[in-house]
Structure formats: C-alpha cells, structure tokens
C-alpha cells in the first residue's frame, strides 16, 4: 500500500483519529508536566490532606496533602514511558522469536511455536509478580518483566507473515544474489511484515499500560513518593469511604488512556486490512 | 478420538515441563542464590529454614538433578514447608484456597460466555444498526476497563453510598449462627461484584470476537447456500453459523485461562477474598519463596487443565479434529 494512500484512509478513519488524539494530549501531559502542574507532585501539605476538589486543587489531594492534579500530570510520563520501552522489548524480542521460526521453518519453527505456547500457558500476572519479588520494583525492571513476558503475540503474527513471504520470488531472488539470511530477513521480509507488529505494538502498549498501573495499585509497581496513576488509586482505596476523588480520576485517566491505544491500534488496523476496503468508506 | 488424546495429553506433558523449568529457572537465575536472596531480604529466615531450604532443593548439586529431585516431589504434591511462621506444607495452604478461586474463575467463565456469544451473534447480524454501535463502544470501555477500578467504583457505590453489597471478604460477622439458606445467601452476596468484576473484561473481548468470527463465517459460500435453499434466518445463524463461528472462540477461551487466574490476585487482594490469588500477592511480599513456586505450578496444571477443556469443547464443536 502506498504512504498517502494510508494516509488519506487514516484522516477518513474516525476510530484512529479519536485514539490518535487522545495518546497525543497524553505526550503533551508528560512533556509539559513541569509547566502544566500547578504544586510540586511530591510536595506534603500537613494543612490540606484529602482536600476535596476545589478552586486550589482541582482535583483535591492525597492523604498526605499532595496535589492530585500535578501527581497525575506526572504520572502521564510514567504510563507512558513504561508502555513504549515495556513494548518496545517485547516488539524486538517477538520480532527475532517470530523471524527465526518463519524463515528456518521445519523443526526450528516446531521448537519455537512449542516454546511460544508455553510461555502463552503460564498466567503471566503471577510470573511477573514473582520476578518483581525477586528482583526488587523498580521502573526499568518492571518495564524489562512486563516487556519479557508479552513478546509471544508479535512473534506469532510476524511468524506467520514469514511462513508466506519466504516462498515470494524477491525473496528467492534475494536468495539466489547470495544474500545473507539476516540480511533477507532485515531488509527485504521485514518491512513487508511491519503492519501486523505496529498494530500489535499500540495494542501491546494498551495492557502493558493496564499491568503497570495493576502493579503500582499492589505496591509492587511504581513505588511513591513518585507518582504513577496505580499508586493514586491505591491511596485511594484506603480511602474509599471519604475521598472519592483519589479513586475516580486516576482510574477514569486510564480508562481514557487504554482506549486512546486500542482505539488507535484498531483503527491502523482497519487501515492496513485490505479485506475490510470494500465495506466500508 | 483415542489418538487425538493420546496427541494432546503428550503435549500437555511437554508444556507442564516446560512451564516447571521456567518457573525453575526463575529461582536459578535470580540474581545470588535463592537462600542469599531469601536471608538477605527475609529476616524470618532463621539458620534451619535455611538448611531446610538447601536441602529442599539440593543447592549442592547440580542444576539439572536440582530441577529432576524438585520435579519428582511436586509430582507427590511436595511443594515444601512455608517460610511463613506456622511452618505449614505449601500444599496443605493452597488447598484451602483453591476451591474459592476456581469457583469464582469458573462462575466467571460460564457468565462472559453466557453474554458475550449472544452480543457477538446479534450485533453481526445486525452491523452498522444502532445496535451494534452501542455495544462496538461499550466493548471498547470493557477493554479499557482496569479491573480494580472497576471494583473500587462498585465498592464505592454499592457498599459504602447504597449500603447494598459487603466490600469485602466472604462471610459476614455472625455467619455461624446463620441458617443454611441464610449462609448461602450471604456467600453469594459477597460474591455480586467480585464475579462482575472477573467477568467484566472478558465479555468485552470475547463478544469482540464472536462477532468478528461471525461476520466472517456470514461471508462464506455456505451461508449463501443456505440462505438459497429458503432455510430461515434463525436456522442459518444459528445452525450452519454458530458452530464454525465458534471454532475461534474456543480457541480464543482456553488462551484466556491464564489471564482470568493471573486476574484473581486482583480482584481477591480488592475485596480481601481469602482464595489463591491473595495468598500468592502474600507469599509474593514476605519472599515465602516455596510457596510462590508452589502457586505457580498450580497455576500452570490449571491452565493445563483450562486448555484441555478447551481441546475438548473444539473436538465437541468440530467433528474434523475427531478423525
């Protein structure tokens, strides 16, 4: 498919058009926090804890007095930078896995698959709560777990995508010049598989988003004083009975945040399926 | 059929054995040895639980005998001795909490498919109606939805504002001196929203995918025939749609076993439910290092045993798999 021809479907795509915007104020939330927060998100107030919203604090404050408002803009960079880098791991790892079993094929591909099934029957919450245990919580290990263990459905897709792109003349072409297999593999079957991955990645960075904030609601995940949505939500569980606020608006933050990916995922999805052309526009 | 069993129980065998060596590994390859990491960060430890564990695992030999001697007692359902202070047999534990986890993850599983496969099937049949736009975005809220906020936003509503439903736990003070139907009625009414609350992302999902699968199936030259032959609407959806139609979603059903277990740390640390899933989040804060692995192959046999049912209800819906 052609650049501008994506690009025409992708204005006309409503769905993508929605989830682009929305991930898009969620960068502008992250980068700009610094300006954006109106307290310092780790500043204790003895003088307003769990302060209802107001005109002060928009969206009140914590048991400890911190503005929920600034603890929230800063906690955008970490959903977000935990989604793209946690992504990015599993992306490059579902890439080589998925490449290896669909160019080799035969008994590589049977050990690959068998391995992807494996990791696919183990109930990966647990897993990555064990490893964090171990290990101790912070970003970049939660980042690394979350990234190692959610690789198994891009090596799926791009597996598939080989197994039919192996057998192309280009690539045989490619072949036949003497062409290394990495360099196939790199340079010519792998921007034609790049749909299905990118999908899977937006798509990918919408639960990775969901496991965070999963965790830092434990206290296994982001561990405050730094702000992460899930750590909001668990002060806010602890009080539930008198401060709705500190429950409500970061878990509508995710909601919104989730959607703007799946939205977005889904919608490139319509945009690079050429079976759904026909129907639709 | 016999050698269809025989296929898959072999398979099933291979991933148990492979799940245990991951989860195997994950001890092994934990940075320092399992005991430092467990004296160092774990001041419960004392010297003998220490030796204990050594022995336990064989810390002297080598890993692959390791792994074989640890192997052979989880086969026996010896997962060791807790860390924690009664000392109690890791199995004697989960024991006690399984039943509640399953029951809830099986009363789950029966709702979403109880939902979703009718959502699925009519908002196909009826695409592009205000029908299908409604539930294309309440799917994409159900998606979205975190689990736990979810629970906090009930918890709120129906137990702190309306008084209506218990926030946590199973029983409620006085359950004893209940009667039985009084004892049954108070169980489920702790059960409401912890089972909403398990469901609730699954039906999003799986009416996704029954309805994609249907307006799949709806394009196939069978249906076409069918509808030629003069046979009625419902008779073509669903006699000749539903059962290839569902093919994907039973696929689509095992896969998401490990993701309903793995949710029940969740949903049970929220409302302080007293099943696996809470005492997994327990063992995973004190380090109780034993316990963790034992959870974690019970985990992988339920997931097993998910999957097999899976296998069997895709036998059961495609009679080619049989041959």
Redesign the interface.
Known sequence: MKINEAMIRLKENKMAAVGGIIVLCLFVAAIFAPLLAPYDPEAINRHSVLAAPCRAHLLGTDDLGRDVLSRMLYGAGISLSVGFVSVGIATLVGIAVGAMAGYYGKAVDTAIM??V???????????I???????DSSIWNIMAVIGLTSWMGVSRFVRAEFLSLKTREYVLAARASGASDIRIIISHMLPNSLAPVIISAVLGI?SAV?VE??LS????GVQPPTPSWGNI?SS??DN??IA?WL??FP?LA??????GY??LGEGLRDIFDPRLWDDRS | MLTYLTKKTLEMLVTFIGITIISFAIIHFAPGKPTDVLTDLNPKITPEARAKLERYYGLDKPVTTQYILWIKRVVMLDFGESFSSDHRAVWTKIKERLPITLYINIASLLIILAIAIPIGISSAVARHSLYDKITTVGVFVGFAMPGFWLALLLMMFFGVHLHMLPVAGLKSAGFDAMSFQGKAVDILRHLIMPIFVSSFGGIAGISRYMRGSMLEVIRQDYMTTARSKGLSQGRIIYIHGLRNALLPIVTIVGLSIPGLIGGSVIFEQVFSIPGMGQLFYMSVMSRDYPLVMGILTIGAVLTLAGNLFADLGYAAVDPRTRR
């Open positions: 068998r391995f099934d494996i990791m696919l029957s183990i109930p990966t919450f647990f897993l709560l064990a490893v964090i245990a171990f290990l919408a969901l904030s999963a609601f434990l206290g296994i939500l806010g569980k539930l009975e709705w429950s409500v878990g995710i909601l919104v945040t989730v959607m799946n939205l």
